[in-house]
């Protein structure tokens, strides 16, 4: 802005400049031109006066001084030149000058010099004898004027450089500083120009339009961030060249990797080759899906190609944790083989020993036997196909009906139920405690109490005990089955509780058992919102505690 300011003054300093120096100068020339020519035109009337008197010899007295005299005869024969020899010089009746001054009593010319810097004024007056007395006079042209001028005027124009230097920096500063004052972020306030009222007016409208669309994106933006924060499913987004571009903290855990990784290589934080695979999958067909394990859980990515434009484009991945479907699936399939291997064993003894007897191959004394067996396998039957439908009601979470139950009364009913097993085993259940009420459902409590004292009584010692006691806490009722018996050891303590799962399978045959029991206690204890631990030492006994919660 400086420079175009100071280059307007240069313009108009200049231009006024040359403007009025030329002026000036055609004045000043025209104003000595006329006061020159009637200067001349007075000594010419003198000289002519003094020749009509005294003739050449007046002439000769004379000693002009910057001009030129020359006396023409009638024929034009020059008669007397004050700075040449009159006999040397041509005839100068073709002059125009001359030819004017016989015609009409006067006459006038000029002449330029050949180099234009000088001009020769003549004016000549006829006289009564008919010669004619021309006065003459060098003087400068205007351009020699301007020539000589040249120096002085270069200073005049190095001056005029100056000043409208100076003047531009001074007013350009007094322009600009307003301009440089105006706060774009805050356009109107400030003491700027009129003349710019209606642009910082535009600025302002434009600023709090921008104002409101940001402060709207930056709210979308923290919508979708707070969404995909918070998600359970982890979300990756890729750009077309493998850099994430955003990660939730549900897939940076899925990778084990930190928000830092944002604009790294996705390669730098998973380089398995079936990522890998399914990456190339999805870039060929659009989309792919891919199940991978991490940390003893299931996970499902879906992978999808963002269609957009070669530099926009994308992949989005979605990673789903179907730990709980995947299990359940798996224990289901577990389950259906295991229940139906376990009703294969004892069907096929039933029928090897009806086939037997059937075909009266077993001996008179030994039928009892056989019939025997057939009946304990019918029951071992019996109890696997119940212990199903117990866990199988459990697994479909019915509807039971809670109600307050008196525990250590219902503790002393299902022990009764338990006496005539124990006293068979030599075994001594006793039960202590006191009456502690709770929210349950009975049927529950029932699979509880009565698995974990039957198990208490097979897995025991002759002459072993088994001590039931109920107590309470604030918020808890405390039921505690310790035995005396086999114990189970530390490596299968963790795994009891899980449906087939059996420490000594013969012991556990032999004993009725179906592998069910501590699965169905748990389930039942989960179910009323409790928990349960178990204790046990090979051989010194088992504590198995149950809490359930007093409300439920
Ligand atoms: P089962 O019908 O075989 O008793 P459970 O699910 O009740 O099945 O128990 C699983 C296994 O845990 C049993 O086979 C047994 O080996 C062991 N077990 C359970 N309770 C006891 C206990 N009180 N003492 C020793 N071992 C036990």
């Known amino acids: 802005m400086t420079k175009r300011i100071f280059s307007s003054f240069l313009i108009v300093v200049l231009t006024v400049l040359l ?230 903290p549900a897939a940076g855990t899925f990778f084990s990797t930190d928000p830092e990784c944002v604009g790294r290589d996705f390669y730098t934080i998973e380089r398995s080759r079936d990522m890998d695979r399914a990456l190339q999958a999805t870039i060929d067909t659009g989309s792919h899906e891919l199940h991978m394990n991490r940390n003893g859980r299931e996970y499902q990515l879906n992978i999808s190609r963002i269609h957009a434009d070669a530099e926009s484009g994308g992949f989005v991945i979605l990673i789903f944790d179907i730990s709980d479907k995947y299990y359940a699936e798996q224990s289901r399939r577990e389950f259906t083989a295991n229940v139906s291997h376990e009703l294969k064993t004892p069907l096929q003894s039933i029928m090897g020993s009806a086939e037997l007897l059937e075909n009266g191959l077993v001996k008179g004394e030994d039928v009892p036997q056989f019939v025997r067996r057939i009946r304990t396998e019918a029951a071992r039957l019996l109890s696997l196909i119940e212990d199903t439908i117990h866990l199988s009601q459990l697994d479909e979470q019915s509807e039971l009906t809670l109600e307050p139950i008196e525990l250590y009364a219902l503790v002393c009913k299902e022990t009764e139920l338990l006496a005539s097993a124990a006293q068979t085993r030599n075994v001594t259940l006793t039960t202590s405690g006191k009456p502690v009420t709770i929210t349950a459902a009975e049927p529950l409590l029932h699979e509880i109490v009565y698995n974990l004292c039957d198990n208490a009584i097979k897995y025991n010692h002759s002459d072993g005990t088994v001590t039931v006691t109920v107590s309470e806490t604030d918020t808890h009722a405390i039921l505690t089955v310790a035995d005396t018996g086999i114990g189970i050891p530390q490596a299968h303590q963790p795994r009891v509780f899980e449906r087939f799962y059996r420490v000594d399978r013969s012991r556990s045959k032999e004993t009725g058992g179906t592998g069910l029991g501590l699965s169905i206690v748990k389930h039942a204890v989960q179910y009323l919102g409790g928990t349960i631990t178990l204790e046990s030492k090979p051989d010194q006994g088992t504590v198995v505690t149950v809490l359930l919660p007093k409300q439920h």
């Open 19 to 248: 403007a009025s120096f030329t002026i000036i100068l055609g004045v000043l020339y025209n104003h000595s031109a006329s006061l020159q020519r009637s200067q001349l035109l007075i000594e010419l009337d003198l000289a002519a006066s003094g020749v009509t008197a005294g003739g050449e010899h007046y002439l000769s007295t004379l000693s002009p001084d910057g001009y030129r005299l020359t006396w023409i005869a009638a024929d034009g024969t020059v008669q007397f030149d004050s700075s040449q020899d009159a006999d040397d010089m041509e005839n100068h009746a073709e002059r125009e000058e001359i030819q004017e001054a016989f015609a009409t009593g006067y006459g006038e010319s000029a002449r330029f010099s050949s180099t234009l810097t000088e001009q020769t004024l003549y004016f000549a007056r006829k006289l009564t004898d008919g010669t004619v007395l021309r006065i003459s006079v060098d003087r400068d042209t205007a351009l020699t004027l301007l020539l000589e001028m040249v120096p002085s005027l270069i200073v005049i124009l190095l001056g005029a450089l100056l000043l409208s230097g100076m003047l531009s920096y001074l007013v350009s500063r007094k322009i600009v500083a307003p301009l440089n004052a105006i706060d774009l972020d805050k356009p109107l306030e400030g003491d700027a120009y009129d003349e710019l009222a209606p642009l910082l007016n535009h600025i302002a409208k434009q600023q709090r339009k921008i104002l409101s669309q940001r402060q709207e994106l930056d709210r979308q933006k923290d919508e979708f961030f707070t969404v995909i924060a918070n998600m359970n499913e982890g979300l990756v987004l890729l750009s077309a060249q493998m850099k994430i571009l955003s990660i939730n």
